[in-house]
């Protein structure tokens, strides 16, 4: 069966998330305009930084918005920041885009999109901390789409 097209960039953002260069999380994110993708993004430290997978993890403890604390590498930067930063970089506008990705986007990310223009996001799973996304997208009138309602867990989780 051909598959519709969220579900054919849901499956190109698996792919992209190949490159990512931290084992813990394989993210990728697909930008989209009028059915183009305008730009990609992995997990990948910045350019010309060392990545996790030559030098090990650079962990930090957080805290959730519910009080929680765990560890998070913070070496790299997101596969939507990524993304953005890319379509930036080459003076690619994103407003009326839609940003796919691996799960939905952490609070900073959602920060982001909100402020670039993008205006659809689909995720293909859940977020454990995503609360604050959810929220901010429909005070923005960001549309969301999860195609999965499993939440997304690290390798290491």
Known sequence: MRPDWDEYFIDLVDSVGQRATCDRGKSGCIIVKDKRIISTGYVGSPSGLPHCDD???LMKQVIDVDGTTRQHCVRTIHAEQNAI?????????????????TMEPCRVCAMLIISCGISKVVAKKRYHAAQETRDMFKMANVELVVLEQEVATYDDQ
Do not use: K
């Not at 407003?95 to 796919?100: A, C, E, H, P, Q």
């Open 55 to 57: 030098v090990g993890h």
């Open 85 to 101: 930063c890319q379509a930036a970089r080459y003076g690619v506008p994103l407003d009326g885009s839609t940003l796919y990705c």
